[in-house]
């Protein structure tokens, strides 16, 4: 392997903090990322070796404390699941889920989400692709951080087959806004709703989602459909 730096060529949408590992995920993180981690390399993976079998791909990006992913991946044992996260506590959280859990549709790479996507993911070769409450970086200087972004979703794009879907979902208005915006001028990409759309059966409606609503705060769906061939944005 290659000791050469790698070049990022993109802002970051996220900033490593020294957050606190509990025991738990400590023990799970040491114990399950051998078996359930995927490391990164700037090589496509083959999705069908990694689960042994040939199945429907997503891939979910950001999985915070893995509960959302977990649930999805336990709903539906007939497709396959991909899951990247940064965060340390996270992703021992989203192995205990897997191992605890006993799921066998469910894969995890720790690294930033721009990289896998753009190295690691084949042209056409997943079903849908899930963007759940992304980190809003609500203050006007550090929206360039925001992972929703026109160049990172024409990526995104490429990675569907035809008929698959891209979703978002954000608890920050003005963030749901730009994320419409920016995926109905992607001229690979249909909109499924008029504007924004109904949370889908597939997206567990997460604690603190449920808190937020009886408070009163909204969250935003947002569900792209890729086109069988490109279309003048609009």
């Known amino acids: 392997m290659s000791d050469a730096p790698i070049v990022r060529d993109h802002i970051r949408s996220f900033v490593l903090r020294q957050g606190r590992v509990s025991n738990a995920q400590q023990r799970y993180y040491e114990e399950g990322l051998p078996r ?3 490391p990164y390399a700037a090589a496509p993976l083959d999705l069908a ?16 404390m893995g509960e959302t992913t977990a649930n999805i991946a336990a709903a539906h044992p007939g497709n396959d699941y991909l899951g990247i996260e940064v965060h340390t506590p996270g992703v021992g959280s989203l192995l205990k889920e897997i191992a605890t859990r006993g799921l066998t549709n469910l894969r995890v790479i720790q690294h930033d989400a721009v990289e896998v996507v753009r190295d690691m993911i084949p042209p056409a070769s997943l079903a849908g692709i899930h963007v759940y409450f992304p980190d809003p970086w609500p203050k006007k200087r550090h929206h360039k951080r925001r992972l929703i972004q026109p160049a990172f979703v024409h990526e995104l794009a490429l990675r569907l087959a035809p008929g698959g ?70």
């Open 49 to 64: 070796a990694v689960f042994g079998r040939t199945a429907p791909s997503f891939l979910e990006i950001g999985c915070g």
């Open 36 to 38: 359930w981690g995927i």
């Open 165 to 234: 879907y891209l979703h978002c979902a954000t608890d920050w208005e003005e963030y749901a806004q730009q994320m419409l915006e920016v995926l109905c001028a992607e001229p690979l990409l249909r909109n499924t709703a008029k504007g924004f759309a109904e949370r889908p059966a597939w997206r567990p409606q997460t604690k603190f989602e449920t808190r937020g609503l009886c408070l009163g705060h909204g969250v935003w769906d947002v569900l792209f459909t890729r086109r069988e061939t490109a279309s003048p944005a609009g």
